[in-house]
């Protein structure tokens, strides 16, 4: 069994959390995220994904799971920021993060370019990597698969312009995609439940991602603050 294949095997049917935290958020902190990474793993996680090779560095210290490995980059003038360009790819390969993940929606990337133009540049590359594709419909989904990325998440459904009005998790986005495409689909975005969770799995997801409902305890605390307003 190669390497890719025994990454996909560790997390196929099995939990992967997302710790993250921006610059505005309270718990912006490699080291916190290590320690996140850490309590998810003793927790029985299958998988990090993780933003900045900062904090993927850190939480190698003491987590050894599959890391599904982002930049996030604001760039003037563009709407994609999750991994946008070669330049964060390159610095995500040379940390030796087992996943890559990258916007593969069909909005204009920082340079102009498109997912289509840009990721078969990507593959010739980097031809032992495994990428995942952060698709928001389904035709970037089929898309993604075409272009030669190795898994498809839901990630972006329900944050681009065009699929604002989504009400997440996107259940209907992720049968359709598990119904068509030959490559693993990642359920992500918006699971806040673990029924939800299961009906991923009935739906025939390959794996899952789940941030917010774990890690992100100020917007935790807002759900249960806003049923105490009401």
Known sequence: MNREHKI??????????????LPEEPLH???????????????????????????IREIKKTVNLPIIGIIKQV????????????????????????????????????DGKTISEL????????????????CSTYEEGVMAEKLGFDLVGTTLSGYTEATRSKTLPDFE?????????????????GISTPE????MYDLGVFSAVVGSAITRPMEITQRFVKVVRE
């Open 8 to 21: 996909l095997k560790k997390i196929h049917h099995k939990l992967v959390v997302s710790c993250q935290a």
């Open 29 to 55: 902190s490699s080291f916190i995220m290590g320690r996140m990474a850490y309590a998810a793993y003793l927790g029985g996680a299958a998988g990090i994904r993780a933003n900045s090779v900062e904090d």
């Open 75 to 110: 760039y003037e003038g563009s709407e994609v920021f999750i991994t946008p360009t070669l330049k964060e790819v390159d610095a995500l390969y040379q940390e030796g993060v087992d996943i890559i993940a990258m916007d593969a929606t069909h909005r204009a990337r920082p």
């Open 119 to 134: 990721f078969p540049l990507i593959r010739e590359r980097y031809g032992d990597q495994l990428f995942m594709a952060d």
């Open 173 to 189: 986005l992720v049968e359709r995609l598990v119904n068509h495409l030959s490559v693993p689909v990642i359920s992500e975005g």
């Open 196 to 199: 939800q969770l299961e009906k």
